[in-house]
């Protein structure tokens, strides 16, 4: 059966042969294309790792925030599982497209706001307001999402301290607009400058347990199709260095006890 959605035709709203994940290493090899999911925003998620967070970490009506929206896959699942979302992105692109994925009806469904901010100052958001926070930060400025076009996109930052600075500044907003006892988890992965590895995801990990989380799983996503994989295996072999497959999803909780 086939649904009618705007201009969209969406042949099913859910995921076949679904099951919850309940071990460290997650591996999707076929995105997730139920619904309006597209893979073509390049470095969007995956659903299937949204709807794990989502389904783990929150409850039906809770308030989840994705201040970095980018394609909306996290609205996307927060209307089909019965979640508030809220998508935030300084790129008005990433909220466009956002819209234009959400416009389909979904029975029971609750409304998804999305509008362009700053992950840096959630200033429309209240202290102690959200139920779960998921995003997916870029990498440093490994995909420079608005080419370059707005200065205070954090994909346009070459350097990794630096950007590191900046996303202490979004786990600070994070830990403020999140209820105590609640998650915020986020998908990061690593980089290489001048034939080293950068352990870009665990920098980012440390800012946000100094902004005051702690850290609740270290989940190692495996990384699948990579863009021009046969190229880099080739350079993989010849200049002796391994390619970077895996990505860390991290979960954080805003606890009011200091642990080590």
Request: glycine share 6%.
């Amino acid at each position: 059966m086939s649904f009618q959605a705007g201009t969209v035709v969406l042949k099913r709203f859910q995921p076949e042969n679904f099951d919850l994940e309940c071990a460290t290493v997650w591996s999707f090899p076929k995105r997730g294309n139920w619904a309006t999911h597209r893979s073509d925003y390049r470095g969007n998620w995956s659903p299937q790792v949204v709807r794990n967070l989502i389904l783990r970490y929150s409850n039906e009506s809770d308030a989840v925030l994705d201040p970095m929206v980018g394609g909306g896959t996290t609205l996307i699942e927060c209307k089909l599982t019965g979640r508030k979302g809220i998508g935030i992105d300084i790129n008005p692109e990433a909220i466009k497209i956002t819209k234009e994925r959400l416009n389909f009806d979904y029975l029971y469904s609750h409304p998804q706001r999305c509008f362009i901010g700053d992950a840096r100052t959630l200033n429309n958001i209240e202290d102690n307001s959200i139920d779960l926070i998921l995003t997916h930060p870029p990498y440093v400025d490994i995909i420079k999402y608005s080419e370059g076009k707005i200065k205070a996109d954090l994909s346009n930052i070459h350097s990794v301290d630096i950007f590191c600075d900046k996303i202490e500044k979004v786990a600070k907003e994070c830990f403020r607009v999140l209820k105590p006892d609640k998650y915020c988890a986020i998908l990061i992965g690593d980089t290489r400058r001048n034939k080293f590895y950068i352990p870009l995801a665990f920098k980012v990990m440390e800012r946000f347990l100094r902004a005051g989380f702690a850290l609740k799983e270290d989940i190692i996503k495996v990384q699948h199709n990579c863009k021009a994989t046969g190229f880099w295996v080739k350079k993989s072999k010849l200049y002796n260095f391994l390619l970077i497959m895996h990505e860390h999803v991290f979960v954080f909780k805003k606890v009011q006890k200091t642990y080590p």
